[in-house]
């Protein structure tokens, strides 16, 4: 693994060379955190037994000292201000998201967020003369917003009416909240840092808003519109806060990042676990759904057949019905043919029986007339008797004959009669078994078309279930090939997790090794701190670096303005200068004290540069 910082947008140097910062990795063990974080250098490698702090002003000149840098210390100070808010601004956006909750005021990434802004802001600022001090504050420029950006006024008046706010610096800081709640902090310091002619009355030419880092910081800013928060600023002390970058919270020793990687590897298996379980239910279920498909398309088969086997017989019914119909229709026809026949024999007989009917009682009319004319006559003459019997004979015996052709003509139409009657029945009795005959074949076809329906709506429902569960088993694919890739993905991802088990394992020896160098290291260090304390101390007491008393100090060491009772002497705990309130409004932690503490201007600036070098 080579010595250096990661590549996360953080500047710094790559490797570890002369003069450049201790390894990330160094800083998370021992003394090498102090070291690192407060700017230990080493002037080359041969000496190693000569570090020295410089945040605690070794300045003797038979000490080794780091060269200065080539680059302007203002640029310096916008990149190191810039690579912070990227930090902060990261790490407040992937935390909030993943705490997944609406973010208040103790939240610690987003408290972190605020004091980086403030610095961001305050780098730069111009001092501006009052009547009894120096005045230099943030709220002026944030003030300019409401003029540019005609929404910013409710902010601005809100701020102005909270009760618990005194100095302008905790109005700034209660604007950035609310700027933060309203999600238009970017849209405010867009506005702000376009307007470059107004803000030049508040930054330094060199200021970081009136730069390209203002910009780049402003659109980074548009990230946490995905952010939301609940801040109480009416009930907060924002007066009195100290604005302190914790750099303990960037900072991961390898622990941390082997815990990181063990949970991502933990969670890796148990997807894949997961997806082989799936995996194997999935293939149940598709295994069931294929023996369901091959059990349905069977039982189609089956239906198909009956179906067409119905489909025959129904055709053979139709075939028999149509000719029955026609059948019956021949028969039909023939009989009232006969019967037609039959009538007009009939029909002919009665009007011949009519005629000689009438014929014969005409006859008989004129016989009798004949015989009453005879039986008159009869009395006149006897003599004509015997030739009047023999008519009388005569007629009566062509009666006799008469009658007798009668009769048969009765039992000639009586016969016809009667074989009509028998005609007739015998077409009732053919009608009625057609009939019957037609009502069976119409009842057996209602019912084949009846189970020929039931068999199509079967065959529907068949064909709609198969095809809903070839869309299934289509999905069951679909998702089966997709899970096939999850685990050719795992497959992938398990062999580079045995690869970076072995980069692991490879590392961990490389650790072990350089550990060992560590502590041999440490040991010499030990043994070199023993000589550096004795150094600085002969070193302060050649130079005469010691508290300055306030006797000897007359004009402020930056400014070179005259204290007076406005404008007091303060001390750098740093350096042991005296400054004015203007020059020495600065606070940080230093290693004798753990607490932020006075310093001036010059050495906040220093040891800001040194802290965001030592960063990873």
């Given at each position: 693994?080579?010595?250096?910082?990661r590549?996360?947008?953080f500047?710094?140097?790559k490797?570890?060379p002369?003069?450049?910062?201790?390894?990330?990795?160094?800083?998370?063990?021992?003394?090498?955190?102090?070291?690192q974080?407060?700017?230990?250098?080493?002037?080359?490698?041969s000496?190693?037994?000569?570090?020295m702090?410089?945040?605690?002003?070794?300045?003797?000149?038979?000490?080794p000292?780091?060269?200065?840098?080539?680059?302007?210390?203002?640029?310096?100070?916008?990149?190191?201000l810039?690579?912070?808010?990227?930090?902060?601004?990261?790490?407040?956006?992937?935390?909030?998201?993943?705490f997944?909750?609406?973010?208040?005021?103790?939240?610690?990434?987003?408290?972190?967020?605020?004091?980086?802004?403030?610095?961001c802001?305050?780098?730069?600022?111009?001092?501006?003369?009052s009547?009894?001090?120096?005045?230099k504050?943030i709220?002026g420029?944030?003030?300019?917003?409401?003029?540019?950006?005609p929404?910013?006024?409710?902010?601005?008046?809100?701020?102005?009416?909270?009760?618990?706010?005194?100095?302008?610096?905790?109005?700034?800081?209660?604007?950035?909240?609310?700027a933060?709640?309203?999600?238009?902090?970017?849209?405010?310091?867009?506005?702000?840092?376009?307007?470059?002619d107004?803000?030049?009355?508040?930054y330094?030419?060199?200021a970081?808003?009136?730069?390209?880092e203002?910009a780049?910081?402003?659109?980074?800013?548009?990230?946490?519109?995905?952010?939301?928060?609940n801040?109480?600023?009416?009930?907060?002390?924002?007066?009195?806060?100290v604005?302190v970058?914790?750099?303990?919270?960037?900072?991961?020793?390898?622990?941390?990042?082997?815990?990181?990687?063990?949970?991502?590897?933990?969670a890796?298996?148990?997807?894949?676990?997961?997806?082989?379980e799936?995996?194997?239910?999935?293939?149940?279920?598709?295994?069931?759904?294929?023996?369901?498909?091959?059990?349905?398309?069977?039982?189609?088969?089956?239906?198909?057949e009956?179906?067409?086997?119905a489909?025959?017989?129904?055709?053979?019914?139709?075939e028999?019905?149509?000719q029955?119909?026609?059948?019956?229709?021949?028969?039909?026809?023939?009989?009232?043919?006969?019967?037609?026949?039959t009538?007009?024999?009939?029909?002919?007989?009665?009007?011949?029986?009519?005629?000689?009917?009438?014929?014969?009682?005409e006859?008989?009319?004129?016989?009798?007339?004949q015989?009453?004319?005879?039986?008159?006559l009869r009395?006149?003459s006897?003599?004509?008797?015997?030739?009047?019997?023999?008519?009388?004979?005569r007629l009566?015996?062509?009666?006799?004959?008469?009658t007798a052709?009668?009769?048969?003509l009765?039992?000639?139409l009586?016969?016809?009669?009667?074989?009509?009657?028998?005609?007739?029945?015998?077409?009732?009795?053919?009608?009625?078994?057609?009939?019957?005959?037609?009502d069976?074949l119409q009842?057996?076809?209602?019912?084949?078309?009846?189970?020929?329906?039931?068999?199509?709506t079967?065959l529907?429902?068949?064909?709609?279930?198969?095809?809903?569960l070839q869309?299934d088993?289509?999905?069951?694919?679909d998702?089966?090939?997709?899970?096939?890739n999850?685990?050719?993905?795992i497959?992938?991802?398990?062999?580079?997790?045995?690869?970076i088990?072995?980069?692991?394992?490879?590392?961990?020896?490389i650790?072990?090794?350089?550990?060992?160098a560590?502590?041999?290291?440490?040991?010499?260090l030990?043994?070199?701190?023993l000589?550096i304390?004795?150094i600085?101390?002969a070193?302060k007491?050649?130079?005469?670096?010691?508290?300055?008393?306030?006797?000897?100090?007359?004009?402020c060491?930056?400014?070179?303005?005259?204290?007076s009772?406005?404008?007091?002497?303060?001390?750098?705990?740093?350096?042991g200068?005296?400054?004015?309130?203007?020059?020495?409004?600065?606070e940080?932690?230093?290693?004798?004290?753990p607490?932020?503490v006075?310093?001036?201007?010059?050495?906040?600036?220093?040891?800001?540069?040194?802290?965001?070098?030592?960063?990873?």
């Amino acid at each position: 693994m080579a010595e250096g910082s990661r590549s996360d947008g953080f500047q710094g140097a790559k490797t570890a060379p002369a003069g450049g910062p201790l390894p990330v990795r160094w800083s998370s063990r021992g003394r090498a955190m102090t070291f690192q974080v407060w700017g230990w250098r080493r002037e080359d490698a041969s000496q190693v037994l000569a570090w020295m702090p410089e945040a605690e002003g070794g300045r003797g000149a038979a000490m080794p000292r780091r060269t200065p840098a080539t680059k302007d210390p203002t640029a310096v100070e916008r990149a190191n201000l810039l690579n912070m808010a990227k930090l902060s601004i990261k790490g407040l956006i992937e935390s909030a998201l993943s705490f997944g909750r609406t973010l208040d005021s103790d939240y610690p990434p987003l408290q972190q967020f605020f004091v980086v802004m403030e610095h961001c802001l305050k780098h730069g600022l111009k001092v501006r003369k009052s009547f009894l001090s120096y005045n230099k504050t943030i709220w002026g420029p944030l003030e300019l917003v409401e003029k540019l950006y005609p929404e910013a006024e409710e902010i601005g008046a809100s701020v102005r009416d909270l009760p618990g706010l005194k100095t302008p610096l905790g109005r700034a800081r209660a604007w950035l909240r609310l700027a933060l709640m309203q999600k238009k902090m970017a849209d405010y310091l867009r506005c702000l840092i376009i307007q470059r002619d107004l803000l030049s009355e508040f930054y330094e030419y060199h200021a970081l808003m009136m730069e390209e880092e203002g910009a780049v910081i402003v659109g980074l800013l548009v990230g946490l519109n995905v952010i939301d928060a609940n801040l109480c600023v009416k009930g907060e002390d924002l007066d009195s806060q100290v604005g302190v970058i914790d750099f303990s919270m960037y900072l991961k020793n390898e622990e941390d990042i082997e815990n990181e990687r063990d949970v991502q590897i933990a969670a890796i298996l148990d997807q894949k676990n997961y997806v082989e379980e799936l995996n194997r239910q999935l293939n149940s279920t598709v295994s069931s759904l294929h023996s369901r498909v091959d059990s349905l398309e069977k039982s189609n088969t089956k239906l198909i057949e009956e179906l067409a086997i119905a489909k025959n017989n129904i055709i053979k019914l139709q075939e028999e019905n149509h000719q029955l119909r026609s059948e019956n229709k021949l028969i039909l026809m023939k009989t009232q043919q006969h019967l037609e026949v039959t009538k007009v024999d009939v029909e002919t007989e009665l009007q011949t029986y009519k005629h000689s009917r009438q014929g014969l009682d005409e006859m008989y009319n004129e016989a009798r007339r004949q015989l009453r004319d005879e039986s008159q006559l009869r009395q006149g003459s006897e003599d004509g008797l015997k030739e009047k019997n023999e008519i009388i004979a005569r007629l009566e015996e062509k009666t006799n004959k008469i009658t007798a052709a009668m009769r048969q003509l009765e039992q000639r139409l009586q016969q016809a009669e009667k074989a009509q009657m028998e005609a007739e029945d015998e077409d009732k009795k053919y009608l009625q078994e057609c009939q019957s005959k037609s009502d069976n074949l119409q009842k057996q076809i209602s019912q084949k078309e009846k189970q020929l329906v039931q068999l199509e709506t079967d065959l529907k429902i068949e064909k709609e279930w198969r095809q809903t569960l070839q869309e299934d088993l289509q999905k069951e694919k679909d998702a089966l090939s997709h899970l096939r890739n999850e685990t050719q993905q795992i497959i992938s991802l398990k062999k580079e997790f045995l690869n970076i088990q072995d980069e692991n394992q490879q590392l961990k020896k490389i650790y072990h090794e350089q550990e060992q160098a560590l502590q041999e290291l440490g040991n010499k260090l030990s043994e070199s701190k023993l000589k550096i304390e004795d150094i600085k101390e002969a070193n302060k007491a050649l130079q005469g670096l010691v508290w300055l008393k306030d006797k000897e100090a007359t004009h402020c060491k930056l400014c070179e303005k005259e204290f007076s009772l406005s404008k007091r002497k303060h001390h750098c705990r740093n350096c042991g200068e005296i400054f004015c309130n203007a020059c020495s409004d600065n606070e940080l932690p230093l290693p004798s004290s753990p607490k932020p503490v006075r310093v001036c201007d010059s050495c906040h600036a220093l040891l800001i540069q040194r802290c965001s070098s030592n960063l990873p």
